[in-house]
């Protein structure tokens, strides 16, 4: 089937907010836009309720397995890494050094 004009604008438009500048866009800008056209015309109608589950399932998904809390259950850090004893400090701080001076 013939592509018709008003898709050829929104691939335009779509490559222009990729980065491309005034008139002229990157290959990789043209690139990303036509990929972006054709999940839309092969994907067909999704539903909105299902694409904002998905979502917030990965972002969930993501947040856990790169969390702090994880690796630390995990035994997946090192004393070297500056980050997981600032972690582990604050996690300490706040499950049993505070809870203790409300007991007082």
Known sequence: QPVTGEEVNHVRRT???FGG???HASFESVRQAVAVWYLHIERGSTDQGALLGKSTENAHEHVVARGRLRQLL???CS???WR???FAAV???YLIVLPCFEIA
């Open 91 to 93: 996690f300490l701080l």
């Open 74 to 76: 995990a035994g997946d």
């Open 79 to 81: 004393i070297s890494d």
């Open 15 to 17: 490559a222009l907010n």
């Open 21 to 23: 500048s005034g008139e």
């Open 84 to 86: 997981a004893v600032v």
